[in-house]
């Protein structure tokens, strides 16, 4: 079966701390992305990236940065994290040209 | 910048009715408008998906209408069952690139 598998279920993590969200895929999909999950924003886009080494700003990217060394894994990054951080990060992966995104279970971060 | 509104926030179902959500979209250039189901503790999943060459596609229970020229489009839920209770996602594509924009979500609970 088709996964996407994120490190963490639960994190906290103090302000100003720096957060890694580790995301792997094991189909080969060209494309991944981040995104945050809030109750009654839905699901809004931080970064995703088409190719190894290479990321594109989604519509929410401020306070985040990505790396993709290898193209199974793409990780999201919180330079110093804060309060307003404190959400639900879901990962998602699929294949160029195709439209359906197979989603991680996701990581639900606090910053305290 | 949502691109894609979702209404209604939540809905409440008793067993064997109907549930109806709705989605409206703002770009012409969207190809591809899929519905995830997320239940709790986990990520979205496809559950169905149209392209706006048709008006309307049913798979079991659920069943996408589309109106272009209102450039809105609905998922109906027939016979809703106690299982189908989770949170539901529209969303958008664009013919560049494999992005998706999400709506805000509907929190669907059906009663037995």
Known sequence: ?112 | QQQVKQSPQSLIVQKGGISIINCAYENTAFDYFPWYQQFPGKGPALLIAIRPDVSEKKEGRFTISFNKSAKQFSLHIMDSQPGDSATYFCAARGTSGSRLTFGEGTQLTVNP
């Open chain 1, 1 to 112: 079966d088709v996964k996407v598998t994120q490190s963490s279920r639960y994190l906290v993590k103090r302000t100003g701390e720096k957060v890694f969200l580790e995301c792997v895929q094991d189909m080969d999909h060209e494309n991944m992305f981040w995104y945050r999950q809030d109750p009654g924003l839905g699901l809004r886009l931080i970064y995703f990236s088409y190719d190894v080494k290479m990321k594109e700003k989604g519509d929410i990217p401020e306070g985040y940065s990505v790396s993709r060394e290898k193209k199974e894994r793409f990780s999201l990054i919180l330079e110093s994290a804060s309060t307003n951080q404190t959400s639900m990060y879901l990962c998602a992966s699929s294949l160029q040209g195709l439209r359906g995104y197979t989603f991680g279970s996701g990581t639900r971060l606090t910053v305290v």
